[in-house]
């Protein structure tokens, strides 16, 4: 399974875009790329996934680029209630063996 | 809304003693897992199962064991708790693509 480097912390200020960075060098070709964010000590939740098209839900926008090396999770609008660690993680869609190994994520602080 | 559920939410035991975490899910999802997580810390996976009957041991080393006996349960058993098993435990499942947590147990071994 592709590895992912996230920085470990970031700040934003409430109301601007929160562009959060992954790099996943070494991804397949059958391989998506997951966001989850862990709001406290709470279980993590599922934001938003992709393979090479950028996505857009309610929460977020994903875009990946071209190479698919890289992706950001794009928050547009950031609130405080969104200061949370953020996990990216690679892995194949319908695979029957992946574990969901969580990596260190980045800490991401929304300032008032 | 995820239906998966975790009790109990809070536990504090004394050494030695003999627990056990329960884990349920009513979505029918095969897969499910355990996470040990400390304050602040990193999420590590201690164990998981592919369906009833299967169990695997995780990255992280852990004196725990799960068992599997139905789609819907998933508990973990500690025989003898210590301090050192002091921890939030988080316990997800998947279908396909998203995996959903409960809400964790927070222990505490006194």
């Known amino acids: 399974d592709a590895k992912t480097t996230q920085p470990p912390s970031m700040d934003c200020a409430e109301g601007r875009a929160a562009n959060l960075p992954c790099n996943h060098s070494t991804i397949s070709g059958n391989e998506y790329v997951y966001w989850y964010r862990q709001i406290h000590s709470q279980g993590p939740q599922y934001i938003i996934h992709g393979l090479k098209n950028n996505e857009t839900n309610e929460m977020a926008s994903l875009i990946i680029t071209e190479d698919r090396k890289s992706s950001t999770l794009i928050l547009p609008h950031a609130t405080l209630r969104d200061t949370a660690v953020y996990y990216c993680i690679v892995r194949p869609a319908t695979s029957g063996t992946y574990k969901y190994i969580f990596g260190t994520g980045t800490r991401l602080k929304v300032l008032a | 809304e995820a239906d998966i559920y975790q009790t109990p939410r809070y536990l504090v035991i004394g050494t030695g003693k003999k627990i056990t975490l329960e884990c349920s899910q009513t979505m029918g999802h095969d897969k499910m897992y355990w996470y040990q997580q400390d304050p602040g810390m990193e999420l590590h996976l201690i164990h998981y199962?592919?369906?009833?009957?299967?169990?695997e041991k995780g990255d992280l080393s852990s004196e725990s064991t799960v068992s599997r006996i139905r789609t819907e349960h998933f508990p973990l058993t500690l025989e003898s708790a210590r301090p050192s098993h002091t921890s939030q435990y988080l316990c997800a499942s998947s279908f396909r693509a998203e995996a959903f947590f409960g809400q964790g147990t927070r222990l505490t071994v006194v």
């Open positions: 199962s592919y369906g009833v009957n299967s169990t």
